[in-house]
């Protein structure tokens, strides 16, 4: 079956803009979650959607949000767009949440130059 | 909140040796501790986890130990391989918390043919 894809893969933005970033999850799978992956923080949550329910928020501010979608497709959200927003964002699904079978998409490469 | 600390950052072997890549967390309330791999352009994928309930656990030619009074867990990957060679990230986590989810900073392990 098709693994979690995310679009689009490489994004360039300037400083105070808005990006959003879309992630669809394997088939049948409920939860998504979001990660945040940059050289000088590592890998860290930033929030789980389930049911079209955020369920779990990370240690990230406001201008980072997200929804999903009564497909469980989710998108993130991060306004006013800061030099060190730039990272690689991972996208993860699971059919209910579970951090054992959580499958992780490619990630998109964001640069905010 | 959890600080989990990875050891050694960069680790190269040759092809057929072992290698061993070390961790240790801080807050006691961590259940589970899950090891990833990343490969270039891909997410990270789930290679083996262990629970606090256990203390060692092994699949063909990975192993995981866990030491829960020093707070310390360790992979071991045996007769190393060329497609061996990626980033490893462990983890820490209160079981199915995603907020209490928490990664090293990763090894990038090179195996040398």
């Known amino acids: 079956k098709a693994g979690v894809t995310q679009t689009p893969r490489y994004l360039i933005k300037t400083r105070g803009q808005q990006v959003t970033l879309s992630c669809s999850p394997i088939?049948?799978?409920?939860?998504v979650s979001w990660y945040q992956q940059t050289p000088g923080q590592g890998l860290q949550f930033l929030f789980e959607?389930?049911?079209?329910?955020?369920?779990n928020k990370g240690n990230f501010p406001g201008r980072f949000s997200g929804r999903q979608f009564s497909n469980s497709r989710s998108e993130m959200n991060v306004s006013t767009l800061e030099l060190g927003d730039s990272a690689l964002y991972l996208c993860?699904?699971?059919?209910?949440?579970?951090?054992?079978?959580?499958?992780f998409g490619p990630g998109t490469r964001l640069l905010v130059l | 909140g959890e600080n989990v600390e990875q050891h050694p950052s960069t680790l190269s072997v040759q092809e057929g040796d072992s290698a061993v890549i070390k961790c240790t967390y801080s807050?006691?309330?961590?259940?589970?501790f899950p090891w990833y791999k990343q490969e270039l352009g891909k997410g990270p994928q789930l290679i083996i986890d262990?629970?606090?309930?256990?203390g060692e656990k092994k699949d063909q030619r990975i192993a995981v130990t866990l030491n829960k009074t020093a707070k310390h867990f360790s992979l071991h990957i045996t007769e190393t391989q060329p497609e061996d060679s990626a980033v490893y990230f462990c983890?820490?986590?209160?079981?199915?918390?995603?907020?209490?989810?928490?990664f090293g900073s990763g090894t990038k392990l090179n195996v040398k043919p």
């Open positions: 807050d006691s309330a961590s259940n589970y």
């Open positions: 993860a699904s699971s059919l209910a949440g579970s951090l054992r079978d959580q499958y």
């Open positions: 959607y389930f049911s079209e329910t955020q369920r």
């Open positions: 983890a820490a986590s209160i079981w199915h918390n995603f907020n209490k989810f928490y």
């Open positions: 262990i629970r606090s309930n256990v």
């Open positions: 088939s049948g799978h409920r939860s």
